[in-house]
């Protein structure tokens, strides 16, 4: 801080660029860390959306698919139904929905087998989680990377 003859106090113009430098390069450091610990976030949100939906579909079988489920629509034996989810809904082909609390994803599908597996993947923005019917573990990721 400088002090002229006429005592007026203040701060020379190179102080002021000095702090805004500083304050400049504070935050060219800490955006890309903010910006990762909100993509771990949002996965780890859709993640656990798998999760949920995927007992859904647990509860969805036992109730309506187990001990030689026949479709009352078509009289025939399903090897899976799959539900659809778009536009905030979830619906299979015959217009059923899948009860489910909570914020569905953009897109995406969950298939209950007849044997009781599941399989799904889920799209929210730039990330998929999904599972096949085969696995157990939730995988997720950005698009491009996972559950091709």
């Given at each position: 801080m400088k002090n002229n003859s006429s005592n007026q106090l203040g701060y020379t113009l190179i102080e002021l660029l000095a702090v805004i430098a500083l304050i400049a390069i504070i935050i060219m450091l800490t955006t890309p860390a903010i910006r990762e610990v909100k993509n771990r976030a949002i996965e780890g949100s859709l993640r656990s959306s798998a999760s949920g939906l995927i007992r859904s579909a647990k509860i969805y079988y036992e109730k309506y698919m187990s001990e030689n489920y026949v479709d009352p629509e078509t009289t025939s034996n399903l090897t899976y139904n799959e539900f659809q989810i778009n536009n905030g809904k979830i619906l299979d082909s015959q217009g059923h929905t899948l009860s489910y609390?909570?914020?569905?994803?953009?897109?995406?599908?969950?298939?209950?087998?007849?044997?009781?597996?599941?399989?799904?993947?889920?799209?929210?923005?730039?990330?998929?989680?999904?599972?096949?019917?085969?696995?157990?573990?939730?995988?997720?990721?950005?698009?491009?990377?996972?559950?091709?």
């Open positions: 609390e909570g914020k569905l994803p953009q897109t995406g599908f969950v298939r209950i087998y007849q044997d009781g597996s599941i399989s799904i993947k889920i799209v929210n923005n730039k990330f998929v989680a999904c599972k096949s019917n085969t696995e157990d573990k939730i995988i997720s990721g950005k698009k491009e990377e996972k559950c091709k």
